[in-house]
């Protein structure tokens, strides 16, 4: 199976503009792989490629707001892409939500209804 023939979101259900965005995609009849990425966190591999696709940095990527990354100084202007994937790796409550892979791209969907433009 193609493996765009899917709409995949990482997903904390924790998060408003995540649940907000999920039931977008569930509107558009997609077939839906609902990624919670803190039980099941991606790969560093994977992270890269998702930002790649996305065409944003793992800067672009970072949960910035979460209190941890300060606390890891990740967002110091001369902190690395690679540092910030090693951290998002081991801690995935860095990583910024929802992101939402189809087979027209891949977006960071705040505010929510950035996940139209891949629909």
């Known amino acids: 199976m193609n ?7 990482f997903h904390n259900p924790m998060c408003g503009t995540s ?14 792989n609902v990624r919670e990425y803190l039980k099941d966190p991606p790969t560093r591999d994977e992270l890269k490629a998702i930002y790649d696709r996305a065409g944003i940095s793992p800067r672009d990527g970072l949960r910035a707001k979460e209190p941890l990354a300060a606390e890891l100084g990740l967002t110091r202007p001369d902190v690395s892409d690679d540092e910030i994937l ?14 939402v892979e189809t087979e027209k791209g891949v977006r960071l969907c705040r505010p929510q209804d950035k996940v139209r433009e891949i629909l």
């Open 19 to 32: 649940r907000k965005t999920l039931d977008i995609l569930r509107q558009s009849g997609r077939d839906i």
């Open 3 to 9: 493996r765009f023939a899917e709409a995949t979101i």
């Open 86 to 99: 090693d951290a998002m790796v081991e801690h995935p409550i860095l990583i910024e939500r929802p992101l």
